[in-house]
């Protein structure tokens, strides 16, 4: 057969993939017609699937014969593709050719990547696949993920795109050529996990993470690249209507697919988490995970669904690999999708513990287990301890036991109490701050708190007498009014956030009354008394003087160590406090010096080495805040340098931690100070652009995680403004869409 009629078989093959049963048996027979030949080719071609059991791979088979047939020409190098030159193929493929190409203009000259469907698989599947890799691309932007920058089609209507060339080694070679130790190769494989994490916020699995997919550049940073079997998800997690004829064809790298590919069940993030375990596995060990006698498809794929791998750390030499990460990588490669992590984020974050030396989830929680680990991080200290112990225990062991068969009775009462004690904290302070940032977490969140609750209450009673307890419990009180409804809860529960946050001051009181009461106790009041004002209002006669004591008490500490940063972290959100109620009530000048003092306080700990995430985003809120004041003082210009430095902030925190519904939902209100001030001035593309990007952002976050009231009130306000600036640019139409998308969110 010639070159040319095994393209046309490999066209029909192609389509005939799209379809199954007689559909696909009528469909062979009308495209050959009467060409006998054509036609057992391509029913040859179609016969090896029941063997190979993955359409996909043979269609990746043919492409190969087909490149490799005798007598078949390779297109010439094109001169120019679009608005760039090509310089050489990179890589040539089935589905299509990539070329280094460079752009060369007045204002930038660049390297890109530029992929071109092949000639000869120009099917439309081929075209629908190619067209979606590329939207897919253009709806992500990350660092570790190879960015797209340009898109069009050749004059004879082949589809293109132009993305970021990287230009390194990729994930395992890098690793290897520099002899990185375990610990090395967890933390780039963790940032590898940041870049999966946000395509799956995005709703995109990426079906072929292996280690030629993942390129390291010469700085070390690693980026995700070809996202050609990429699909995306609708927002409940099933495969999008446009995907299903992708689903149908099981592509995969069969080394790296999970079970639930090889077999053809529904694939979700859980199928790239059992990659990510793969890959993490051969990236420590060198090795694959499964015991083969040869390369065939059928042993590998009754190896992935049946065989259980063999130990990272057997594989990788006795001592080599420490125990917990074979019980992370194990867990991410469990045949059962739902007992692997939940999430990519969960797979980084047991990482990122083994890395400090934390306990991991994916181990079983033994007391024994979690006092090794805390012996490790605590060598010394654990000994000297110890040798303490053994000599007291020697004396003063008898007259334990004695006073032990005294108190039996009263022992178990104080024990079940101290139980409860520690289960309220381990519920608000432990549990609670491990889900917190996961998407989709409000539920779990909401059940906590409603267990802490009845904890707190039945210790609460007890407490008077009892300043530790006090303080304990008065802690449990807080924790539990900032989620129920603080500034950026997302339960939306302020009548609930009140009341704990009252009960809570009325158990500092008397602490803080004390005539030698301690700094802590009374900052924690200060804390309590904003909370409360703030939740009341500005309305309420009885805010501002709460407000007021707040300030006062911590003036009075910041005056005792004005060098103490968490004395001016604490002054500074008591400034911030009085400033909202004064800039509720247009009281303009108040609010403004508050404002100031607020900021330079905030630049201070924001400004060093030694600043936190925190104090970042304390400065970037101030900001915003300060900002706006000037603003409604009509002292806009002013404004512009405030909103862009809270802005840059804002994207460098997200950028730190991609996972943060935190840091985008105030990336996104940084956008909205910004766009607003644009409107005021009448800039109105200037201002829609900012509140489109601010929308998308928000969106996000409400989509992951659905019951986060923080998040959808944030849309409608987007929604509104999006409206508010459309009538003013004339389209109607548009502004009637976003206003009737902006009425106020279901509680």
């Not at 225990?393 to 004690?421: D, P």
């Not at 940032?437 to 708190?449: E, H, I, M, N, Q």
């Not at 900032?482 to 809570?504: E, I, M, P």
């Amino acid at each position: 057969m010639t070159p040319e009629r095994f393209q046309a078989a490999k066209r029909i093959f192609a389509e005939a993939l799209e379809r199954t049963g007689s559909e696909r048996a009528a469909f062979v027979a009308t495209s050959c017609g009467s060409d006998a030949e054509l036609c057992h080719e391509v029913e040859s071609l179609i016969s090896h699937l029941p063997h190979a059991g993955l359409e996909a791979a043979v269609l990746a088979e043919v492409v190969r014969l087909t490149d490799a047939s005798p007598g078949a020409a390779r297109p010439p190098l094109p001169a120019r593709i679009g608005q760039y030159e090509v310089v050489r193929e990179i890589a040539h493929g089935g589905m299509g050719t990539v070329y280094l190409a460079r752009h060369s203009g007045e204002r930038f000259d660049m390297q890109v990547a530029l992929k071109v469907v092949s000639r000869g698989m120009d099917t439309d599947f081929v075209v629908r696949r190619f067209l979606a890799e590329r939207q897919i691309l253009a709806s992500l932007d990350h660092p570790n993920i190879a960015r797209l920058y340009d898109g069009g089609a050749t004059e004879d209507g082949a589809p293109w795109f132009a993305m970021e060339y990287v230009e390194g080694e990729d994930l395992l070679a890098y690793a290897n050529a520099r002899n990185l130790s375990g610990a090395a190769r967890v933390a780039i494989f963790r940032e590898v996990l940041a870049g999966v994490i946000y395509a799956h916020q995005h709703l995109v699995v990426h079906r072929d993470l292996k280690p030629g997919n993942i390129f390291v550049t010469e700085g070390g940073v690693p980026k995700l690249l070809d996202f050609g079997l990429a699909k995306v998800l609708d927002p409940a997690g099933s495969p999008a209507a446009a995907d299903q004829t992708v689903t149908q064809l099981r592509a995969m790298t069969p080394a790296f697919a999970s079970p639930e590919q090889v077999r053809g069940g529904p694939v979700t993030t859980a199928s790239d988490v059992y990659s990510l375990g793969v890959l993490l596995y051969v990236l420590l060990t060198g090795k694959k995970p499964y015991r083969l006698t040869t390369d065939g498809y059928d042993e590998l794929a009754k190896a992935v669904c049946d065989q259980e791998p063999t130990k990272p750390s057997v594989a990788a030499g006795a001592g080599r690999l420490p125990g917990d990460l074979d019980w992370i990588v194990l867990t991410a490669m469990r045949k059962e999708p739902e007992r692997r992590y939940a999430t990519a984020n969960a797979l980084s974050e047991d990482l990122r513990r083994y890395l400090e030396g934390l306990p991991v989830s994916a181990r079983p929680d033994t007391a024994s287990y979690r006092a090794r680990k805390f012996v490790s991080r605590h060598r010394f200290g654990v000994a000297a301890a110890g040798a303490v112990f053994v000599s007291l225990a020697a004396g003063a062991g008898l007259a334990l036991w004695q006073a032990a068969r005294a108190r039996a009775s009263e022992e178990v009462a104080r024990k079940r109490f101290e139980e409860v004690r520690s289960l309220a904290k381990t519920v608000l302070f432990e549990l609670h701050d491990e889900i917190a940032t996961l998407p989709g977490s409000t539920k779990a969140r909401a059940t906590l708190v409603s267990t802490a609750l009845r904890y707190l209450d039945s210790l609460a009673a007890g407490a008077g007498s009892d300043p530790a307890l006090a303080r304990d419990v008065a802690a449990g009180y807080a924790r539990l009014g900032s989620v129920q409804g603080g500034t950026n809860a997302t339960l939306g529960d302020r009548d609930a956030a009140l009341r704990s946050h009252q009960a809570a001051i009325r158990l500092l009181e008397p602490l803080a009354a004390a005539p030698a009461a301690a700094v802590a106790d009374r900052n924690a009041l200060a804390a309590e008394l904003h909370a409360a004002a703030g939740l009341l209002g500005p309305a309420d006669p009885g805010a501002l003087p709460m407000h007021a004591r707040g300030l006062a008490l911590r003036q009075a500490i910041f005056d005792g160590n004005p060098v103490s940063r968490d004395a001016q972290r604490a002054l500074a959100r008591s400034c911030s406090a009085i400033a909202d109620h004064h800039s509720y009530r247009k009281e303009w000048p108040e609010a403004l010096a508050l404002r100031e003092k607020q900021r330079d306080l905030f630049r201070k700990t924001a400004g060093d080495a030694a600043a936190t995430d925190d104090d970042r985003r304390n400065l970037a809120l101030s900001d915003k805040t300060l900002g706006a004041v000037l603003e409604y003082s009509g002292r806009g210009a002013e404004a512009l340098p405030l909103y862009d430095e809270a802005i840059a902030l804002d994207e460098a925190r997200t950028t730190a931690d991609p996972t943060s519904a935190l840091a985008r939902m105030d990336l996104s209100f940084s956008l909205g100070a910004l766009g607003s001030l644009h409107l005021d001035q009448g800039d109105l593309a200037a201002s829609r652009t900012l509140y489109l990007r601010a929308l998308a952002l928000r969106e996000a976050v409400a989509a992951a995680d659905p019951a986060n009231a923080w998040a959808k009130s944030g849309v409608a306000r987007a929604h509104a403004r999006l409206g508010e600036i459309e009538e003013r640019r004339g389209n109607r139409k548009a502004a009637n869409t976003h206003r009737a998308l902006a009425s106020p969110p279901a509680r």
